[in-house]
């Protein structure tokens, strides 16, 4: 019989791509998805054409309606489910917007996490294993370089203190009840399904935007902050990989690089033959009120235990990047 996976955040970046991962290696996956007024799958569509996706292997994908905020959601559908393993990676997710939405940040990104505790812990089913999307921007201000799992935590947002409690509560929860739980530390992994306000996507759509003629500049916030950024399909296996062990424990996924975002923009801007300096222009709204300014994970505990280590180099990230860009902007062309 397949091993069941309940997915929340599924129609996010890394959703989408744990869901291909785990459909490849034979399960059968649910995820917890928000009402919204407009339907919001882009991401996860190609995968309900199973008969295409898999050459018809008898796999599934299942929605279920629920949210972080509803414990009585998360409840029910646990207990439809009957999942093997849970990947919490349901989140408000923007650093910057967690500024401006703070409560309703803690309330998903921080609370959210311990309903789904109190709810595996109302099931009662010491078999169930958890994974909870942990991120580098708990480490905050100058943390010691590179970090690890024993770099203390110094959030600069409502965002990074929110996942700050999540890691907290879920070791918590994991040595008081003897569940097996466990916190990724993942630093920044991107992709093409990157949401656009974020700046590695923000940055390859634009550039290429200019290529293309469709825009004359770009504006940016910060280009001095340093970021370990890797790619998102590379990541979620180490997600995965946390859940095989015999034992839980929290590991830090990281390139061990790191770039400035101006780096980034250079990069970007010179696969399309461009000079950023010539396009990027500064805009004091995209600066945020505390700054995480150089985040560089050690991801060598990941590497012995997991057997885990990154495969996209930066250059290569970008490039997939852009060239996705090109592609999608080139097709939104054709189609006016
Ligand atoms: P993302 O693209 O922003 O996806 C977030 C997902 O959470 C979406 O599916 C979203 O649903 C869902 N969601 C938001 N609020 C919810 C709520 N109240 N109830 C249920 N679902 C809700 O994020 P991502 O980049 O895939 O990241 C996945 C997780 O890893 C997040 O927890 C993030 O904080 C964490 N993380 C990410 C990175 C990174 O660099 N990408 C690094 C470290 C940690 P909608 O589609 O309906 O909005
Ligand atoms: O792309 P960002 O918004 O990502 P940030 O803040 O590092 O957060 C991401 O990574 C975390 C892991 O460390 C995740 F937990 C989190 O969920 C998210 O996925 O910003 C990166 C850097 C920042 O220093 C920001 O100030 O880029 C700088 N930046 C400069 N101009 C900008 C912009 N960021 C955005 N979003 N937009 C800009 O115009």
Not at 43 to 54: K, V
Not at 266 to 294: G, H
Request: net charge neutral; proline share 3%.
């Amino acid at each position: 019989m397949s091993r069941k996976a309940l997915i929340t955040g599924i129609t996010g970046q890394d959703g989408s791509y744990l869901s291909e991962f785990l459909l490849d290696k034979g399960y059968e996956v649910h995820g917890l998805v928000r009402r919204t007024s407009a339907l919001n799958r882009q991401r996860i569509d190609h995968l309900f054409n199973l008969e295409e996706y898999h050459d018809g292997k008898n796999l599934e994908v299942k929605l279920h309606y629920g949210d972080l905020t509803d414990s009585s959601s998360l409840i029910k559908v646990i207990e439809k489910v009957q999942p093997d393993e849970i990947y919490n990676l349901a989140a408000q997710s923007h650093v910057k917007i967690s500024f401006e939405i703070p409560v309703y940040t803690s309330e998903v990104t921080g609370i959210g996490v311990l309903r789904l505790l109190e709810a595996l812990r109302k099931i009662d089913n010491k078999s169930v294993k958890f994974y909870q999307a942990g991120s580098s921007e708990v480490f905050g201000l100058n943390p010691s370089s590179p970090q690890n799992e024993l770099t203390s935590f110094r959030p600069r947002s409502p965002y990074g203190a929110s996942k700050a409690f999540a890691h907290n509560i879920t070791v918590n929860y994991r040595e008081a009840y003897k569940l097996f739980l466990c916190n990724g530390i993942l630093f920044n992994h991107e992709s093409p399904r990157r949401s656009e306000n974020f700046v590695t996507r923000k940055i390859t759509l634009g550039a290429v935007a200019i290529k293309l003629g469709l825009q004359h500049s770009l504006a940016l916030g910060n280009l001095e902050a340093r970021r370990d950024w890797g790619y998102a399909k590379d990541y979620v296996e180490a997600m995965w990989l946390m859940l095989q062990q015999d034992q839980p424990d929290d590991y830090v996924i990281a390139t061990g690089e790191s770039h400035t975002v101006r780096d980034f923009c250079e990069k970007a801007f010179s696969f399309l033959n461009l000079d950023y300096e010539k396009y990027i222009k500064i805009d004091p709204k995209y600066f945020r009120p505390t700054e995480v300014d150089n985040l560089v994970g050690d991801a060598s505990k990941a590497k012995k235990i997991l057997g885990w280590k990154n495969k996209t180099s930066f250059d290569e990230l970008i490039k997939i990047m852009v060239e996705a860009d090109y592609e999608y902007l080139e097709k939104q062309m054709k189609q006016k």
